[in-house]
């Protein structure tokens, strides 16, 4: 259980989560800003040691996605249509990763999100933006995966 309360209570059951180890750090409803934090699991790397670049979107796209949950108190949830992604260097296994997502603009149709990926001294690991639809936050329940 969450006591944010633009972290769905549900959030922490959700299969995605648990692979990525995603922890809620906060909300900044005058930026728009979410704050997570991951820590590099070995399963996420490749034989070079870091975190393969599908898996890095991943990161960045849950970041985002819980930046617009927590915009509209977790009523809505984007779907992507686009995500484009900068890899600025290798993350290496066992980094604990600071994820900043923020919403650009959310329109009725149309969603605007970027998001970055810092190590805790700030190292800037990668970046994204996303184009996204609004759609209606799904649930354990409401998908059947409860």
């Not at 972290?7 to 995605?16: F, I, K, M």
């Not at 034989?47 to 599908?54: F, L």
């Not at 249509?81 to 600025?88: D, G, K, P």
């Amino acid at each position: 259980m969450s006591d944010d309360a633009y972290y769905p209570d549900d959030a922490g059951q959700s299969p995605h989560t648990a692979l990525l180890g995603s922890q809620f750090v906060g909300w900044d409803a005058a930026s728009q800003t979410a704050t997570m934090r991951f820590t590099v699991k070995r399963e996420m790397t490749t034989w070079r040691g870091g975190v393969q670049g599908g898996l890095v979107a991943g990161y960045l796209d849950d970041v985002m996605g819980y930046a617009y949950v927590a915009s509209t108190e977790g009523e809505m949830a984007p779907l992507n249509l686009e995500l484009s992604m900068s890899l600025i260097r290798l993350i290496p296994d066992g980094t604990t990763i600071i994820g900043k997502g923020r919403v650009v603009k959310a329109g009725r149709r149309v969603i605007f999100l970027e998001g970055e990926l810092l190590g805790e001294d700030s190292t800037i690991y990668a970046r994204a933006t996303s184009t996204a639809i609004p759609t209606a936050r799904p649930t354990p329940t409401s998908t059947g995966m409860d």
